[in-house]
């Protein structure tokens, strides 16, 4: 799952409630802009990808109907279902027939490679028959089930149709059959398992759902004998789930578990659990957070790294990683109710998540990296230049899946309030169970403006609570009611409570002061002591080579935090449309390094430069032009001060 | 080898010739006392802990005398070998009937366990019989060799014994017979048996063993089949030695690697050879090189890292690579000339490399990272706390080898020279083949006092040149000859050339300018932006907490680089002597940063802190009381420029 409504009366625990699938609606702005192009382009772009990776001809060999052999990465399917399950969602945000049919042809194909016993995985089929089950740590097949059946749910909920969470319903049976009876010890190499069966509990009702993603979290830690050559904390596997104390291993897998055992508290209320999510997301937001809100530090393992490790160039921030902690925050968000989680959501969102796809919706970054050299030696999955998919594609559907339900992360309601945790234009109609229909629409030029206006179209008479979030990178903030000042309101956990009898034609304007910042970080994170980074309201900037004016080497520049010459202007035309922001910036001639490491301070201290103006863009918006250097995180002037 | 005199008939290349063995005498001074220590403590320290370790009962299991099962790493011999040279060296500087006796029931038990056809391993044939040379990647049969050889040659020069060296040649002719005439294609794992072979025919005047370590060298990066898990670069067999650019993989073996391909330059003066030198170390020197000298920045194939990526805290930095980092520069030295190459011998040895073996002399660093916090979450190897031996126990021994030859990188001989490379109290002793005998003297508190009074106690009537370093570190320098400053002289690739008749009772001061300089990196090296380092001389400073008043929390400090209330005090009892300096610094409130990892300049641009006196210790006597924080690289503050 991500994203889907919970049934109350199953979810005692949770503070909030997630609206119905269709009750937010986008009208325009930036995840307006960002979720045409993903159904235009990004969705078809992957379904042709697909097509030439070889992902559907792995299902065809299972049916005897494929030519030569299978192809890609032994979790290729579910790169099949997370398209599936992004589609879903579009065609419940605006309906398109070549989806549609898209879609259908796909299912068709899923169906004839289901087996009799309901199990279905090409890559295990075709490569590997009879082995089934062998190898849990690394075999994907729990992973790639995880991601039919949340595609299976999505496609239900959207089109009603039956089909595919038939095949799902018929799986999940079987792994149920195969796991939670015959006793076999698991621990799924790869989380996804667990948050798809507590969703299909959610959805269907039944008890053996949540009691089987029970059974896979309990196992964790609780098996000694590893014997493959990665350690058990590479999958999480090193220590029973209520006892993480850290963020630790592959980072996707700890941040798909994370979001599994947020998902069983909220229907258990196990406060252990609880527990320890608040002790692992306290020790990521404290040791392991990218100012993008990336999370991954290490190539190696793909994985958190050691506290403070953040280096700018070697980082690897895995687009997937960000999406999974999306899923996990907004989780934590329902629990508690508390800002901190919408704040990260939304830190995630405009920077390290969406950096993750191009302006035109068709080529791709796995990972994101804070800075790239034209000298960089990077992986091969980091050449500084984006892709057009990927043989480990597991990015680009996720991608696809995040944008075309983001939607869904705007509000939620109680029994009587609806809380705005994204600002955006969007409308939200949603009908309290004893006051009646409420209707809001909100119009606003955010992020690259601070102010949002929200016109209720409709309201019952009775009082009820607006609550909107008061970013964590807000520091003032007006509010007026129809033109009035309102001078108190009540602040609680992060949020504005506006609790009154509303009237239809009310306006609400929250103004958010969004002056330019400059950042800097801890002194614990080596990579950028002495550095600051430009950030605006929610985003975060960069800069690249093709703004300047001049021939300055952007790897040895600084810029001055105090400057007050910062101009902001909006760019109809440039990268899909951004802010950017100039300031005032000093270049070291290039030469004062040459064939150099270290030098004294006394003969850099006066170094001779230029002064100019840099000019910034968006964090997301880099790498669409030409391979360049890039940089967030740029050193302060010693000069200007 | 390392240190050993070249025959100049066989090397027409050098443009520096080593001084024979025991000419160059420590009297006084730093390494004189590091000698003694090593004599006294370490040497005797690493016997038990080999005995303890079950070396010897390795050896023992070969010819049926020992108990129980091979222990340790499959190259636990080497370690013997190490000690063994080291030995060797130490019965020339000073006798010590104890280590004598302690050498020759090792050289009994290294004679039985030789097979009769010259092979000896005491792994491969205890554990693995029947399987020589079957993985030469990474069985360490011929590095072991190397080592034996190098152990035997020291041994005979040292002691006229021909037992040991004989054990060497017979292993040297067998491996001869195995692989120059069967034509097995290797490449050898861990390069050593490169540097033996050629002493190999220095000591004998054999051409078979140069032409033995040519074949090895033109071996590396033809062999397109690589089957085990490492990429051939971690071994430097990626690339054909002539062709290489950079510094790569493993550090240790890459200069191992390239310290063979300069002694076989030494020999036949291959242009192509050089070329590829030089090409690498300028790579190093501009890329890879810490301030201490050191290098190997990754944990993770104990390797080069990219360019510029320096962690203070991640980094490797091998002892051994250090070690072997002395030995490639001593030869890029002999080779050209050039002070450059003394120069990093001369920080290596006070920083980098000393470091390695704690101020008693009995317990040692694997790892010489450049900070520590109470909190680092390090590898097995380094925790912050010396050890006593290690399991993989390569660098103890090679400390001990290199410390008893220290002496023979002070100075060299030409036709009509003594350059002096090394400063330090010792007597050089040289009778020029044409001009008669010289006897000079030096005296110095050096390191610790830029000034060296070198006397001729003896001299030729002709004329000869007295020549020695100007050292990188030192902007202003004064020359008196018998109280006459002396206005013009000779400078030439770093080196102040004296050409004169030299008179018995002559008296030349050096007087090299040496206060306290605040050091900081090219801005490419992430890990120190923003920060400096304290350096004297060729000593490079950290700060502990052991020497602090107060509890500053020195995580969070800054200092003044533009401080001028500096202090310099010698410090006779602490840390086995050695000066300390104070500095201006700013302990910025440790709660200021508490559950943060960013924020806003203008938040703490103005925050609180006091202003204290930081005191500094060289960095190489770290970690020799309580584990605790040490850092090299320091924020500099902007509150007090």
Known sequence: MHMTPLDTSESPHAKLLTLPLVSTVLEGGFWFEK??????????????????????????????????QF?????????????????????????????????????????????????????WEVVEPGKRWTDLAHGHELYCAGHLIQAGIAHHRSTKDTRLLNIALRFADYINSEFNHSGLAASPGHPEIELALIELYR???????????????????????????????????HIPVRNARTMAGHAVRQLYLTSGMADLYLET???????????????????HLFITGGVGSQHEGESFGTSYDLPNEKCYCETCAQIANIMWNWRMLLITGESKYADLIELIMFN??????????????YENPLQNRKTSEGSERRSGERQHWYRCACCPPNIMRTISSINQYFATMTER??????????????????????ILKSQTEYPWNGTVLINVLETPAEEWALSFRNPGWCVKLSITINGQRLNGFTERDGYIHIDRSWEKGDEISVAMHMPTSFIQGHPNIEAIRGCVAIKRGPMVYCIEESDQIGNHDLAQICI??????????????????????????????????EGLLYKPVSDVQHAKGDLFRLKAIPYYSWANRHPQTMRVWIPRSNLTN
């Open 35 to 68: 979720s045409s192009i993903n159904r235009n382009v990004t969705l078809k772009h992957g379904y042709k990808e697909m097509a030439i990776a070889g992902n559907f001809n792995n299902l065809q060999l299972v049916f005897g109907q494929g030519s030569g």
């Open 71 to 123: 192809r890609g990465l032994l979790f290729a399917d579910s790169d099949l279902y997370k398209w599936l399950e992004a589609v879903s969602y579009e065609l419940t945000n605006c309906y398109d027939l070549e989806l549609n049919e898209m879609a259908d042809t796909l299912i068709d194909l899923i169906e004839k490679a289901q087996g009799n016993d309901g199990y279905i995985n090409s890559y």
């Open 203 to 237: 959805h269907t009702g039944k008890q053996k759902y949540l009691n089987l993603c029970r059974y896979f979290l309990d196992q964790r830690g609780t098996n000694s004998h590893h014997s493959d050559q990665f350690m058990p904390i590479y999958y999480q596997d």
């Open 269 to 287: 209320g196990e406060k252990t659990l609880l527990d320890a999510l608040e002790r692992q997301w306290n020790d990521m937001a404290t040791h």
């Open 352 to 365: 390290g998540f969406i950096s993750g796809v191009s302006v035109k919706g068709d080529k791709f970054f």
């Open 417 to 438: 309030g609806i809380q705005i945790h994204q600002f955006g234009e969007y409308s939200i109609k949603h009908s309290f169970e004893t006051l009646g229909q409420v």
């Open 560 to 593: 001055d935090p105090f400057s007050k010459q910062i101009e902001e202007t909006w760019h109809e035309d440039l990268l899909g449309g951004v802010v950017t922001i100039e300031t005032d910036a000093l270049a070291e001639e290039s030469c004062a390094w």
